[in-house]
């Protein structure tokens, strides 16, 4: 599945309302194949947990991913991408 289109992002996402952890876990099981690995952060002090999410996946897809779970209540989204060099053109 990959392809030169593809990108290495990391999604931070920050979930307030744990009510959401159910549609979340959802929605990584729609985009499983994309995702290289996830590390969940429960922090009781302040009542909120953090999930990073290591994906490498078309950049819409990588989109689509984080505006459906900002878009949850209670649910917060960052995304950054990797700055990479296209393996195609290290190893001709």
């Known amino acids: 599945m990959e392809n030169n289109e593809n990108r290495v992002a990391l999604i931070g996402i920050v979930v307030e309302d744990l009510d959401s952890a159910e549609k979340i876990n959802d929605l990584l ?5 994309r995702i290289i690995g996830r590390m969940g952060i429960p922090y009781h002090k302040r009542q909120v947990s953090i999930i990073s999410l290591v994906l490498d996946a078309p950049q ?4 689509a991913l984080s505006g459906k779970l900002g878009m949850l209540p209670g649910v917060s989204s960052k995304t950054v991408y990797a700055r990479l060099e296209d393996a195609s053109e290290e190893n001709p």
């Open 60 to 63: 819409s897809e990588i989109s």
């Open 29 to 33: 099981h729609q985009y499983a194949e």
